[in-house]
């Protein structure tokens, strides 16, 4: 997966392709879909969600810039995927989720695999999580139709947003970065994601 599916593709992040390399793909997809859990797509996780495309997710990271000191925001954990890569790529990863049974599986799935730097919660993930803010990133796993204000008010200066932004079918990657206390945005690629449903996202 790591050779044919994302170093080929461009992605140069040695950090982010260790850590694709390691972390068990196959413990965050359900049992009808193991023989695809390294497959170049996403796939379905139950409750209508899926586990992202693994270049997709590669991309996300590489995008987020991170290192050991990150404290992150992971919206929409999903199975826990993209958390557990976090994980290894973080300081402090606080995750949430609004689907209880899927944040229940993904926080045993981590502990199981001797994850100690994620915290877990249940809730609207378009709100971001104050309590725990500031954060350094924030990296969200469903499309929102604009970067919602909570997350932006939550990110730390010099911080990072990288999320899938646009309509309920196609969106395309945004990266957001505060400096100085000013906005700056740009775009990556094309993608399409599953909605992020909340206050600040869409409607249910």
């Known amino acids: 997966m790591v050779a044919a599916q994302i170093r080929s593709r461009g992605i140069a992040d040695e950090a982010v392709l260790e850590a694709m390399a390691v972390v068990p793909r196959e413990r965050f997809v359900p049992a009808e879909y193991l023989l695809e859990a390294y497959a170049d797509c996403p796939l379905p996780i139950g409750h209508n969600q899926t586990i992202s495309q693994p270049y997709i997710v590669a991309l996300m990271l590489e995008l987020l810039g991170l290192d050991s000191n990150s404290r992150v925001l992971d919206v929409g954990a999903g199975s826990g995927y993209q958390t557990a890569l976090l994980a290894r790529l973080a300081g402090e990863v606080y995750a949430i989720e609004r689907i209880n049974q899927l944040a229940r599986q993904a926080e045993e799935t981590l502990r199981e695999l001797g994850a100690k730097n994620v915290t877990f919660t249940?809730?609207?993930?378009?709100?971001?999580?104050?309590?725990?803010?500031?954060?350094?990133?924030?990296?969200?796993?469903?499309?929102?139709?604009?970067?919602?204000?909570?997350?932006?008010?939550?990110?730390?200066?010099?911080?990072?947003?990288?999320?899938?932004?646009?309509?309920?079918?196609?969106?395309?990657?945004?990266?957001?970065?505060?400096?100085?206390?000013k906005i700056h945005r740009r775009q990556a690629c094309a993608v399409r994601f599953v909605r992020l449903i909340g206050k600040q996202g869409f409607s249910g």
Do not use: M, N
């Not at 999580?129 to 139709?145: L, V, Y």
């Not at 919602?148 to 990657?173: N, S, Y």
């Open 122 to 181: 249940i809730g609207d993930g378009s709100l971001g999580w104050p309590e725990q803010a500031p954060f350094d990133r924030i990296i969200c796993g469903a499309a929102a139709p604009e970067i919602p204000p909570a997350w932006i008010e939550q990110l730390a200066d010099g911080g990072r947003i990288v999320a899938p932004v646009g309509g309920e079918i196609f969106q395309d990657i945004e990266i957001l970065e505060k400096r100085g206390g």
